[in-house]
């Protein structure tokens, strides 16, 4: 049958949470335990974290010109002062995940809290508050020209798409993990579906050092996939068959919400990590006629010109 409508677009509205929420939990690198609580913010507030457990709460922006370390994680914080937040990668992408445009985060440690080493017990805490529409439009980060950035063999390029897209490529020796890609288009569901469980992953060779160094010390069998040369040491073994690119993936979504916004963009990564997913975002808005911020659209159907439907 004909069906007299055509496919127009409406405005997306931003996102927070119905109400607070908090759980605790283990630091990857301190061992020591965490609260964090998760809290509805006003539209256009963002993404703030708050250590509460100082002297006057200071707050911290989760924006790419905030970030202060990105070599076992993605840190904020002031190095002036000594402070820091680290490990805040998985709880953003989470939120980048179910598109939380508005939360204010009051943690009471210098990390956030691993969990499971997934972003699965993040989304599973929004999806127990609910999600809040809010009366202004989300805004997305539109890439007009390609931006292309590499360190030590490894790289990032996002380039002009409709909607949000990664397309990531690792390559290990270990032939338990060897060379994965997998290309993922964050529609509506999709990271909650096929992203959110995937856990971080590590050698034990290098959590040994780690540990050395006074680092690592939450770390385990619990909240990450740990190898051994080829092999997979978590007895359940891995909770999908490519879960070390899917991590991966999950880092940089995470990494690349620091924009501010979502990204209307295709990214392709190769062997990228932390530093160079905040290369990218530097590099990005350092050119102004890369981007623009424009209202977020998703499309809808309206009676107008004939579109073909099967009866």
């Not at 908090?22 to 990857?28: D, R, T």
């Not at 971080?200 to 190898?227: D, I, P, Q, Y």
Request: net charge negative.
């Amino acid at each position: 049958m004909n069906d007299q409508r055509a496919a127009t677009s409406s405005v997306v509205s931003q996102r927070s949470l119905k109400t607070s929420i908090g759980c605790a939990g283990v630091g990857l690198h301190s061992g020591q335990k965490i609260q964090i609580t998760l809290h509805p913010a006003p539209v256009d507030h963002g993404v703030v974290f708050r250590r509460v457990d100082l002297p006057g709460k200071p707050q911290f922006a989760a924006l790419y010109d905030e970030v202060i370390d990105t070599r076992l994680c993605t840190c904020l914080g002031d190095l002036d002062a000594g402070i820091k937040i680290g490990t805040i990668e998985h709880l953003m992408a989470a939120l980048a995940g179910q598109r939380i445009d508005n939360i204010l985060i009051d943690i009471d440690a210098d990390e956030v809290p691993v969990m499971d080493g997934s972003s699965a017990p993040f989304t599973f805490l929004i999806d127990c508050v609910g999600i809040e529409e809010q009366n202004a439009p989300r805004m997305v980060v539109e890439v007009l020209k390609t931006v292309e950035v590499e360190h030590n063999g490894c790289r990032a390029m996002v380039e002009p798409a409709d909607g949000f897209a990664i397309d990531f490529e690792i390559d290990f020796a270990s032939k338990a993990i060897a060379n994965q890609r997998l290309s993922v288009a964050f529609d509506d569901g999709v990271f909650v579906s096929s992203i959110a469980r995937a856990r971080t992953f590590g050698f034990l060779h290098e959590v040994e050092a780690m540990r050395s160094a006074g680092l690592a010390l939450g770390g385990s069998l619990e909240n990450a996939v740990v190898l051994s040369g080829d092999s997979v040491m978590n007895e359940e073994g891995l909770r999908y068959e490519n879960e070390f690119v899917r991590h991966k993936i999950l880092d940089a979504l995470g990494d690349l919400y620091a924009a501010g916004h979502q990204l209307q963009g295709k990214v392709t990564a190769y062997k990228s990590g932390h530093m160079v997913n905040n290369m990218l975002l530097k590099a990005l808005f350092a050119d102004s006629t890369a981007w623009r911020l424009v209202p977020m659209r998703t499309a809808s159907l309206t009676a107008s010109e004939p579109v073909r439907a099967s009866a």
